[in-house]
């Protein structure tokens, strides 16, 4: 059983329609979740980062952490064609590993 | 800044050469992390280093070496190239307790070993 599952998709909606992005795991000492936007060639960047269990806003996009599950979620309102990327969560326990989920393609159509 | 410059672009080997991949952060980061991404995967940590002069495993090494003489550059080395080689390469860097885990990663090498 992989640490980390994420569907890969690819996932595909029309401009305005609400995004959810799933990721579930394993290992119960991860602590720290985070997910990654990465535009097709290049790098990944931050998007949103939680520390325990709880949920974060930001603007249009919310992330959610249910440890009891194992299971965290992403959020995107109101989607643009700019949203149109690959997200990535990743989580670690204590030390600097992180790990990578697979990562959900994701296209927002006009 | 430049933030993290990763060189070359693009490269194509043939099996049994060896390279270096070239990773440098002008943010005075002390972590440094060399990933590798499968077309369709997600990352996969190679190696890893805190500081100057300490490195260590990550997930998948095997075929790989790395070294951290200085805060900026942290080199990896590939011997030997074999096609599972095949791989886009992202190098990654960190600055510790700044309250988020922002890793600032660099664009990328994309790698074809033939």
């Known amino acids: 059983q992989k640490e980390v599952e994420q569907d890969p998709g690819p996932l595909s909606v029309p401009e305005g329609a609400i995004v959810s992005l799933n990721c579930t795991y394993s290992?119960?000492?991860?602590?720290?979740f985070m997910w990654y936007r990465q535009y097709s060639r290049k790098g990944p960047e931050l998007l949103m980062y939680?520390?325990?269990?709880g949920n974060k806003e930001d603007g249009r996009f919310t992330a959610q952490v249910d440890k009891s599950s194992k299971y965290i979620s992403l959020f995107i309102r109101d989607s643009q064609p700019s949203d149109s990327a690959t997200y990535l969560c990743a989580m670690r326990a204590e030390t600097q590993k992180l790990v990578f989920g697979q990562g959900t393609r994701l296209t927002i159509n006009p | 800044n430049a933030g993290v410059t990763q060189t070359p672009k693009f490269r194509i080997l043939k099996i049994g050469q060896s390279m270096t991949l070239q990773c440098t952060q002008d943010m005075n980061h002390n972590y440094m992390y060399w990933y590798r991404q499968d077309p369709g995967m997600g990352l996969k940590l190679i190696y890893y280093?805190?500081?100057?002069?300490?490195?260590d495993k990550g997930e998948v090494p095997n075929g790989y070496n790395v070294s951290r003489s200085t805060t900026e550059d942290f080199p990896l080395r590939l011997e030997l190239a074999a096609p599972s080689q095949t791989s886009v390469y992202f190098c990654?860097?960190?600055?510790?307790?700044?309250?988020?885990?922002?890793?600032?990663f660099g664009p990328g090498t994309r790698l074809t070993v033939l």
């Open positions: 290992n119960s000492a991860f602590q720290y």
């Open positions: 280093s805190v500081g100057a002069g300490i490195t």
């Open positions: 990654a860097s960190r600055r510790p307790g700044t309250g988020t885990d922002t890793q600032y």
């Open positions: 939680t520390y325990s269990s």
